[in-house]
């Protein structure tokens, strides 16, 4: 779906106009802010729904270099604290013409940006999304590499492509020109991730009746566009994997992880976060993460750890592969369920072990499968031909109708097909 095209305008956004665009209401968790001048490290922690917020904004006015998040946290800029993705960015140096970026785009059909943000010396391009969770993050991750890959001949940083990224905020000076950091809308489309993602890595093959068996039906779906995963691709697998691992430490929280099981929980954290997070920031995270959950190894031996690791990711951002059982395959570590859980279930305690969802035994596994299929094929129609688990959607989407809204504008809010609105708002099934 291609936003709507408006004239672009000159917005001299202040600190409280950029930061509510990128940071609108609901908040789910705190912005960081960075002052680069500042001999103390000038880093401040704000729930983005503060009221002191708007404030703290005020006095930024005017000021030299001075930087936000544009994802919220838990506590701290972290991949493993994220708390909600709210926008796809592209930082792009040396250039503001902002017609060869959409030139690029155009070209690679891919969508426009919702606003760009001239920086003093470059741009910083923002698709603005709806707040997502954390899980999303290997999606959000495909469509930031597609992006810059695409902008990659105007001088996009391939660098900055991580979640954690702090961007110049609008209303602030550029010390090294003196220039205002100032913003165009372009489109000023807000997306939701699964439009985002559809529109930058291809459209997800729609569903259709088929006789064929389950196994040859999930079988076809590797026919979509080149670029798009879907979810249960290797990239959501490792994100479990992470979360599993993370559970692990929490459980352990007052004295880090049991001392012979550091360095291989350390090592799967590493692999983990190579499938899902850009390879230059993996060594930041993953030395963060020891100094809280391994407090036995030193960063020397942290940086030991990781350092295959840490080249297999690059030889994977790289395009090259690797030879396994006679084909080619991504050169990054891969490990089976069975594998994982051989090797961390001495530090999983029984209590937790439900909580899990990528490092169980077999059985569990079976049990876990058991249960969705239930869930799955047992949801039944109503007389009015919807599904049971459906009914709140669609008693919001009649209530949304009766407010005015549109089929179109009501499926794009609940990010549904707008044959199914159609079809639920009819005043025949009412």
Known sequence: MQPQQQPFTLQHLNTQGHFDQVHPRPAHGVVVFWEKRKPSGGWQVHRADSPLISQFLAAQQGQEDRYFTVNQFHHWRRVSLLSSLRTCYVDIDG?????????????????????????????????????VPAKALPVWQLVQNKLIATLAPIGADPVA????????????????????????????????????????????????????????RMRSLGAAREGRKYKG??????????????????????????????????FLASVSLSWFVPYDRIEEEIIKTAQMWTPGLTVKEARRTMRPIIRRAQAAMRGEKVVWNGIEVDPRYRFRRSTLYNWMQAIIPAELLPQLRAIIP??????????????????????????????????????????????????????????TIARWCNKMLI
């Open 161 to 216: 492509r991580d979640c954690t990224r702090v961007l110049r905020l609008c209303g602030t000076i550029n010390s090294k020109n003196g220039a205002e950091v100032t913003a165009k809308v372009l489109t000023g489309k807000r997306w939701t991730l699964h439009q985002l993602s559809d529109a930058v890595l291809g459209e997800r093959p729609e569903w259709k009746p088929s006789n064929k068996p389950r196994s040859a």
């Open 233 to 266: 691709s290797i990239y959501h697998r490792w994100y479990l994997v992470y979360q599993d691992l993370m559970k692990i430490a929490d459980w352990y929280f007052l004295g880090g992880i049991p001392e012979g099981h550091r360095d291989t929980w350390l």
């Open 362 to 419: 077999d059985e569990l596994r079976a049990q876990h499968k058991k249960e969705a299929d239930a869930g799955r094929w047992d949801d039944h129609y109503t007389k009015t031909g919807v599904r049971v688990s459906n009914e709140d959607k669609r008693t919001t989407a009649r209530q949304m109708r009766a407010k005015g809204m549109t089929y179109q504008e009501i499926a794009t809010e609940m990010d549904m097909p707008l044959s």
């Open 95 to 131: 250039c503001v013409d902002i017609d060869k970026a959409l030139q690029l785009l155009i070209a690679a059909r891919l969508p426009a940006p919702s606003q760009v943000v001239y920086s003093g010396r470059g741009m910083h391009l923002y698709w603005l999304i709806k707040p």
